[in-house]
């Protein structure tokens, strides 16, 4: 990943005594000219540099995603 970080929002991750969800911009996140991702990362610690996962979704997927996450929550 090369391109600028730019954090978006943390908040605590659920069911763990320190850990975060973060949004973030990264912007040319596979080099120069690539199209800016959204990246979701869990730590387990909060405050850690590099999150242990992470996901990278293009900005044209994001409308599909949040009806999926919202059709997930409705199945809880």
């Known amino acids: 990943m090369s391109g ?16 975060e969800i973060s ?10 000219k690539s199209q800016p991702v959204v990246s979701i990362g869990i730590s387990l610690k909060a405050s850690s540099e590099e999150p242990d996962w992470k ?12 009806l999926a996450l919202q059709e997930a929550k409705e199945k809880k």
């Open 4 to 19: 600028k970080n730019t954090v978006l929002k943390t908040f605590k991750l659920a069911g763990t005594k320190d850990g």
């Open 23 to 32: 949004i973030s911009k990264i912007e040319e996140p596979y080099g120069p």
């Open 55 to 66: 996901a990278h979704i293009p900005y044209e997927n994001l409308d599909e995603l949040i």
